[in-house]
């Protein structure tokens, strides 16, 4: 099936994350707009560690597509390849475009429907309330967060936290990653650094669900575990596209100043799923679709040679992040300094940027 036609040129867009959802939303009036996602919804990644242990606040960080989407087509499948003129949905269809991105993010196994959604936060808050000890695999910006969120909510569960590397948050300065550590410590979160838990033996069966045994031979009792690691790039369903050439070693889309996949004229990729080198962050992915939408928008006037020179360029934003600790506290890397406790918490952990982000695409920070 081919989508749109007419006098507007058609705009693809997959993955609706961040990325996707920002730039559906700016060129929907501008283009015949298919949105593809793998979900019928929008989700704000980071905050499923506090719709784990309050379900409820999941309502507003769960958003349909069609609701902020009011003139585009939105496909609830996986893409699964691409030719020069069309997208391929693993539901046989086709969806041909004129100019298309790709928005591919992290691929987390969640469920389609947002309702199935809301669901598994409550299977999850229930499996935590019932358990008195909880291992948590991983220590980057998921694992450190889940940790605070449980920490601070069910005070009385016993925390572990088991990470491969030698610190905490890698992707932050260290003078984050201790600051993170002395946080977690304490709220008397255990955090063992530099072990590992094999992964296969948990997912085979093969060890008793409640005792694991680290790579340094450490033994943990917990009733239940959250795997933090891991979360793949969106970047496998290229591997045998026209695009494979254009990935790097990570599976990372290789982009030039406009945002544009190296080598082509009208394929664009933007957010986590890019070779960019900043941290990846939401408010960036943001700033990349408002790129991307203005360069597009200025290639469907024509006149080629000229208009290229005056595409948007993308400067990679600077390193500045936050991470919660709990609903009050948070960890905030600046570009000179690091700062942590309740002047951070109080950008980012009361709302975890939900209301901000909603703002975003176009939606009232409150639902009605
Ligand atoms: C714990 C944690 C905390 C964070 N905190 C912050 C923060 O405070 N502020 C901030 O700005 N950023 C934060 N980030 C980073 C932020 O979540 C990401 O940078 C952002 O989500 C990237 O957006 P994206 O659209 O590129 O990708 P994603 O959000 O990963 O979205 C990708 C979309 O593509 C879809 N998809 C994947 N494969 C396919 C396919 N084959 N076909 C169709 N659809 C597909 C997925 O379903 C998903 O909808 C945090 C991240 C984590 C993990």
Not at 53 to 74: C, E, G, K, M, W
Not at 264 to 278: H, L, P, S, W
Not at 295 to 307: A, D, P, R, T, Y
Request: hydrophobic share 40%; proline share 4%; net charge positive.
């Amino acid at each position: 099936m081919d989508a749109g036609g007419g006098d507007h040129k058609r705009v693809v867009v997959v993955g609706g994350g961040f990325a996707g959802a920002k730039i559906a939303k700016l060129m929907q009036f501008d283009a015949d707009v298919v949105l593809i996602d793998s979900k019928e919804y929008f989700e704000i990644p980071w905050v499923r560690n506090r719709s784990m242990v309050d379900p409820p606040f999941a309502d507003r960080s769960l958003i349909q597509h069609t609701d902020y989407l009011s003139n585009a087509t939105v496909v609830s499948s996986p893409a699964i390849g691409i030719t020069q003129t069309e997208v391929l949905t693993a539901e046989g269809r086709t969806y041909g475009y004129d100019y298309l991105v790709i928005a591919t993010g992290h691929v987390e196994p969640t469920p389609r429907s947002r309702k199935e959604r809301l669901e598994q936060f409550k299977q999850e808050n229930k499996s935590i309330k019932s358990s008195s000890s909880v291992l948590i695999i991983g220590g980057g910006r998921m694992g450190v967060e889940l940790a605070g969120e449980i920490a601070v909510d069910y005070p009385e569960k016993k925390v572990t936290l088991v990470h491969e590397g030698s610190r905490l948050l890698q992707i932050l300065g260290p003078k984050a990653s201790e600051k993170a550590l002395k946080w977690l410590t304490s709220k008397s979160v255990e955090v063992l650094l530099d072990q590992t838990i094999d992964l296969n033996s948990i997912s085979k069966g093969d060890v008793d669900c409640r005792v694991f045994t680290t790579s340094a031979g450490r033994r943990i009792t917990a009733d239940c575990y959250f795997v933090c690691v891991g979360r793949p790039l969106g970047s496998s369903w290229l591997e045998d596209t026209i695009l494979k050439d254009t990935l790097d070693k990570y599976g990372r889309l290789m982009v030039d100043d406009n945002l544009r996949v190296r080598g082509r004229y009208n394929i664009f990729a933007i957010g986590d799923i890019t070779d960019i080198k900043e941290i990846k962050l939401g408010y960036l992915a943001f700033k990349q679709a408002e790129a991307a939408a203005k360069s597009i928008k200025l290639l469907m006037q024509g006149g080629e040679e000229e208009k290229i020179k005056k595409l948007a360029i993308y400067k990679a934003g600077p390193p500045l992040a936050f991470v919660s600790l709990g609903r009050r506290d948070a960890v905030g890397q600046l570009p000179c300094t690091t700062v942590s406790g309740y002047i951070p918490g109080l950008f980012k952990s009361r709302d975890l940027f939900v209301g901000w982000s909603r703002k975003e695409i176009g939606l009232k920070r409150d639902m009605l």
